[in-house]
Nanobody, 126 residues
Framework: QVQLVESGGGLVQAGDSLRLSCAAS????????MAWFRRAPGKEREFVGA????????YYADSVKGRFTISRDNAKNTVYLQMNSLKPDDTAVYYC???????????????????WGQGTQVTVSS
């Protein structure tokens, strides 16, 4: 069992930066690929990015590539989402998710993820 708790959301202005954190419980955190998804008002939840179990490779949606960076610290059971050059379109509830996977790229499909956090709101004003 893995429990995920996101933090770091808030209200910022366009062009600002924000770092989200996702703290995981359990001793098997390093066996999971981790991802960030988001749900904007009136839209379906979408993939933002993911990181392999060892942090060796990251994947991003085209909409955030070059602006967002995912990292993880397995010693601290934490994954991060650094968001730079934020835009109003980035306004959403951001969720972290864990997929049990030791090989291959993380999935970009939310149904493949085993555990989810409760989400943290990010609001970007223009």
């Amino acid at each position: 069992q893995v429990q995920l708790v996101e933090s770091g959301g808030g209200l910022v202005q366009a062009g600002d930066s924000l770092r989200l954190s996702c703290a995981a419980s359990g001793r098997t955190f390093s066996r999971y690929a981790m991802a960030w998804f988001r749900r904007a008002p009136g839209k379906e939840r979408e993939f933002v990015g993911a990181i392999t179990w060892n942090g060796g490779t990251t994947y991003y949606a085209d909409s955030v590539k070059g602006r967002f960076t995912i990292s993880r610290d397995n010693a601290k059971n934490t994954v991060y989402l650094q968001m730079n050059s934020l835009k109003p379109d980035d306004t959403a509830v951001y969720y972290c998710a864990a997929e049990f996977r030791l090989g291959g790229p993380p999935s970009q499909v939310e149904d493949n993820y085993d555990y989810w956090g409760q989400g943290t709101q990010v609001t970007v004003s223009s």
